[in-house]
C-alpha cells in the first residue's frame, strides 16, 4: 500500500524531506517544481511508512486505502506523474544550510506582513540561527490569506497555521499586530532596531478589466468578495446583490472556482465553517441560480488547477455545465495535447473539460458554466450592473506562446453581478523601489535592489510582492528560503549594521505609537474567543468582523482574571 497526495496539497515540500526513500516529486531543487501544480508519491518506491503524512501541515496525504470517493482518482494522479517522470537517481547531495557563528550575536530581523511568505521567514530564521524576529502586521490578526483568502469550505489548507502556532510559542518570535508600518512606525525606525527588514505583504491590490462600465454598482473585484466572505474587517460592511439568477466571473483560476463554489453550494454545507456569519446569511438570500465564468483563452490554458477543476464534480446540487464545441481544439493546440511530452497535468484538465461536457445536467441543480475563448468588452446598466459584453476570441500564436485575439463576434449575459478575478496585484511599499509594470519590489533573489542598481543593504522581500502573484501557499517556504539563505550570508559577511536599539526599546516605541498594538497574547485571546463562539454549533470559529471587536477581545489579554 502507498501513500497518496491529494487536492490539499499546498506544495510546501515539508513531506520532502521526510521520505526515508525520497520518493516524492517534484522536489524543490527540480525546474518543474516551481509550476507544479502539487507534489505527488511514486506508488512503486513508497514503503508506507506515513512519515509524509506526519509531516503534512494540511492534511493532504492519504493511505491509498483510506481514500475518500471524492479524493479516489488522486491514486492514479500520483502514478501517472511517475509514468512521465521516473523517479530517477535519489539522494542528491544537498548543500547545508549557511549558519552564522555564534560569537556574531543574536540576529534580529523585523518582518513586515504575517502571512504565509512572513511566518515561513520567521520559522526559517529561528530554525537556521535561533534569530529574535518581530512580525508586523496592520490587521489585529495573523496568517495572511490563509485567514482572509482561503475558501472556507477548505478547511484543511488552513490547518497550516498549526505549524506556525507550534513554532512561534517561545519568545524568538514577537507579534506586533494592528500596527501599520509608514504610520505607526516607519522603516528607518524599524532599521533602527534590527540588523534587517523583511517585507512580505503579499499583493493586495488586483488587476482591472479596462472596459467601461467597469464601476458601476454591481461590479466588483473578485478580491473584495473573497475577504467579504472571509470576514476580513476592512471588507465587512460591503454588499453584493445576490438577488439576480445569474453571477458573471471574468476568469477561471482557483480564485474564481472558489467564488463560484461559495455562490452556488448550499448555505448548510457553509454553515459548519468558519465563513463570515454576515456572508452565510447573505448567501440564504441568494437567488443565483447559475454562475458562467469567462476565460479569455481555450481550455489547454485554463487559469484553474486540475485538483480544483476536478473537485467541482463533487458538489451536491450544483453541474458543471461545457459546451462541447468550447473544447474544439486548433491545431497548434491539438498537437500539443497529442504531444507524447504533453503533460498528465494538462491531460488532466482536458480530460475533466470532455468529462463535464458529456454529463446530463438535472434542471433542478445549480450551474458553473465555463465559457472559453472570451474578453469582456463592456458592462451595461442604466444606474447598475444590468448585463456584460463580451467578444469571442481566437488563439494565435505570437512568440511560442498562445495568445488570445478578439474576433468580431460579440455576445451579452444578462446579469446583476460581475466579478473580476484577473488577478491579483502588488501595491508600492513606502521608503522602497518598485517596480509599475510587475507590480513587485526590485530584487535579486530577495535582496531589495536600488534605483543605482546595487542591493539596498538590509532591505528584504518576499513572497507575492517579490516574486509576483502565483504560487499556493506552500510556495512561500521554498521562496522564502531563498531569501532567508542571502540574508544569513550578508550577516555572517559583515554587510548588516547592528541594530542600536533593543527588543524593549522597539516594544516601548510601538506602545507609544500605537496603544491598541495587538500581541501574542492578545491574538491568542481573540483566537480562543473565535473557537469558542463556534463550539456550541459545531464550527471551528466564528470570526470577528469588526475592528473594535477583534480589539477587546484582545484587551481580556491584559486583564487579570
Not at 496592520?138 to 484543511?156: F, I
Not at 484577473?422 to 517596480?435: H, S, W
Not at 485571546?525 to 473565535?530: G, N, P, Q, R
Amino acid at each position: 500500500m502507498a501513500y497518496v497526495i491529494t487536492q490539499r496539497c499546498c506544495n510546501d515540500a515539508t513531506c520532502v524531506a521526510e521520505c526515508p526513500v525520497d520518493c516524492i516529486r517534484p522536489r524543490p531543487d527540480h525546474p518543474e517544481f516551481a509550476t507544479a501544480e502539487m507534489l505527488y508519491i511514486d506508488p512503486d518506491t513508497c514503503i508506507d511508512c506515513g512519515a509524509c503524512a506526519d509531516a503534512c501541515p494540511v492534511e493532504a496525504i492519504f493511505p491509498e486505502d483510506s481514500l475518500t470517493a471524492s479524493l479516489a482518482r488522486f491514486r492514479d494522479i500520483n502514478a501517472t506523474y511517475f509514468q512521465h517522470h521516473p523517479l530517477g537517481p535519489t539522494f542528491d547531495s544537498i548543500v547545508p544550510a549557511m549558519r552564522p557563528p555564534k560569537d556574531l550575536g543574536t540576529l534580529r530581523v523585523a518582518i513586515v506582513g504575517a502571512g504565509p511568505a512572513a511566518c515561513y521567514a520567521a520559522d526559517e530564521l529561528r530554525r537556521r540561527c535561533g534569530a529574535e524576529v518581530e512580525i508586523f502586521d496592520k490587521l489585529p490578526t495573523p496568517w495572511g490569506l490563509v485567514r482572509a483568502g482561503v475558501a472556507p469550505d477548505h478547511p484543511g489548507t488552513k490547518t497550516v497555521t498549526r505549524l506556525f502556532e507550534s513554532a512561534f510559542r517561545g519568545d524568538a518570535v514577537g507579534f506586533h499586530l494592528n500596527v501599520e508600518v509608514g504610520k505607526h512606525i516607519s522603516h528607518e525606525e524599524l532599521m533602527v532596531h534590527h540588523h534587517a527588514v523583511l517585507y512580505a505583504v503579499g499583493a493586495s491590490s488586483d488587476r482591472r478589466m479596462g472596459v467601461p462600465g467597469e464601476d458601476l454598482p454591481g461590479s466588483h473585484s473578485a478580491t473584495e468578495f473573497v475577504a467579504w466572505y472571509n470576514g476580513h474587517p476592512d471588507y465587512a460592511d460591503r454588499v453584493f446583490d445576490l438577488s439576480g439568477p445569474r453571477a458573471v466571473i471574468v476568469g477561471n483560476g482557483n480564485v474564481a472556482l472558489d467564488v463560484a463554489r461559495v455562490l452556488t453550494v448550499s448555505p448548510d454545507a457553509l454553515a459548519g465553517t468558519d465563513i463570515a456569519d454576515h456572508a452565510l446569511a447573505a448567501l440564504r438570500d441568494s437567488n443565483i441560480r447559475e454562475v458562467v465564468l469567462l476565460g479569455r483563452r481555450g481550455p489547454l490554458q485554463a487559469a484553474y488547477t486540475g485538483p480544483e477543476f476536478m473537485a467541482l464534480r463533487h458538489l451536491d446540487g450544483v453541474d458543471v455545465i461545457i459546451d462541447e464545441a468550447d473544447l474544439a481544439l486548433d491545431p497548434l493546440d491539438r498537437a500539443v495535447l497529442d504531444n507524447p511530452d504533453a503533460g498528465p497535468s494538462l491531460r488532466l484538465k482536458y480530460a475533466l473539460a470532455e468529462e463535464y461536457a458529456g454529463d446530463r445536467a438535472d434542471p433542478g441543480n445549480k450551474r458553473i458554466v465555463f465559457r472559453y475563448l472570451t474578453s469582456p468588452t463592456g458592462i451595461h446598466g442604466s444606474d447598475r450592473v444590468e448585463s456584460i459584453e463580451f467578444a469571442h476570441n481566437e488563439l494565435v500564436d505570437r512568440d511560442g506562446q498562445r495568445m488570445a485575439r478578439a474576433t468580431d463576434r460579440v455576445e451579452r449575459l444578462e446579469t446583476g453581478l460581475v466579478l473580476r478575478s484577473i488577478g491579483y496585484r502588488g501595491a508600492a511599499v513606502a521608503d522602497l523601489p518598485f517596480d509599475e509594470a510587475r507590480g513587485v519590489v526590485p530584487n535579486e533573489r530577495g535582496r531589495v535592489i536600488g534605483a543605482d542598481g546595487f542591493p539596498i543593504v538590509g532591505v528584504y522581500v518576499s513572497g507575492w510582492i517579490k516574486r509576483g502573484p502565483r504560487g499556493v501557499i506552500g510556495s512561500n517556504r521554498v521562496d522564502s528560503a531563498e531569501t532567508v539563505e542571502h540574508l544569513v550570508a550578508d550577516f555572517v559577511a559583515g554587510r548588516l549594521t547592528a541594530p542600536t536599539g533593543d527588543r524593549v526599546a522597539l516594544t516601548a516605541l510601538v506602545d507609544e505609537r500605537q496603544p491598541d498594538v495587538v500581541d501574542r497574547a492578545g491574538w491568542k485571546a481573540i483566537d480562543l474567543a473565535e473557537q469558542a463562539a463556534g463550539t456550541p454549533d459545531g464550527r471551528p470559529r466564528v470570526k470577528l468582523t469588526d475592528h473594535d471587536d477583534l480589539l477587546d477581545a484582545a484587551r481580556t489579554a491584559k486583564v487579570p482574571s
